[in-house]
């Protein structure tokens, strides 16, 4: 079974809509990411949390909300979703720096399109 | 974190290595180098990382030169899985967020 998952994997919806993405991890990692990537472009950090009580903004969080739910489940949601917010979300997770390659883990991937 | 500057794309031929180059000449004393790769819109994978030594693991080698101003991934013998988007990314590992910043990178094509 995947480490971290992400659902759903693809999503369709059109301009005003709410939209949530969810993550979970069985990593037990304390640290969760969230990032979007563009076409032909790498991949831009949204928000990120180090445990259940922290929430902090990325580089590009308008637009976006986070819920951190438990220590394993970290969702993203679009309040009002518009067009260019069409992109490919990953979700990561990390272990806290000192451990043996701070490496982050990522999702599969949710390719969302707003129409 | 400090900027990287890396070639936009690569060939290679399978069985033959593949040399990555990359350039940080702004490095901090403090700052790692990481290499991701990412394969058909796939989430991006850990390779490697270094701070001033040589590294290697199984699936590559990075050299990090004397001035740390620059630094090269070695994938030792390319195969078609290989093919990719490879990232070359330096950060510090703080008590803030260990957050990646991702350039364009290298699209490596291995072919036959």
């Known amino acids: 079974d995947a480490d971290v998952t992400q659902t759903p994997r693809n999503r369709i919806t059109k301009t005003g809509k709410r939209i949530m993405l969810e993550c979970s991890q069985t990593?037990?990692?304390?640290?969760m990411y969230w990032y979007r990537q563009d076409p032909g472009l790498g991949l831009r950090l949204i928000y990120y949390s180090f445990d259940v009580k922290d929430i902090n903004k990325g580089e590009i969080s308008d637009g976006y909300s986070v819920s951190r739910q438990a220590q394993a489940k970290f969702s993203l949601s679009l309040e009002s979703a518009i067009p260019n917010q069409t992109a490919l979300y990953f979700c990561?997770?990390?272990?806290?720096?000192?451990?043996?390659?701070?490496?982050?883990?990522f999702g599969p991937g949710t390719r969302l399109t707003v129409l | 974190d400090a900027k990287t500057t890396q070639p936009p794309s690569m060939d290679c031929a399978e069985g033959r290595a593949a040399n990555l180059p990359c350039n940080h000449s702004t490095i901090s004393g403090n700052e790692y180098v990481y290499w991701y790769r990412q394969i058909h819109s796939q989430g991006p994978q850990y390779i490697i990382h270094g701070l001033k030594n040589n590294e290697t693991n199984e699936m590559a080698s990075l050299i990090i030169t004397e001035d740390r101003k620059s630094s090269t991934l070695i994938l030792p013998h390319a195969t078609l899985r290989d093919t990719a988007v490879y990232y070359c990314i330096v950060r510090r590992i703080t008590g803030t967020a260990s957050k990646l910043t991702f350039g364009t990178g290298t699209r490596l094509q291995v072919t036959l």
């Open positions: 990561a997770t990390s272990d806290l720096p000192g451990g043996a390659s701070n490496e982050q883990f």
């Open positions: 990593k037990g990692h304390d640290r």
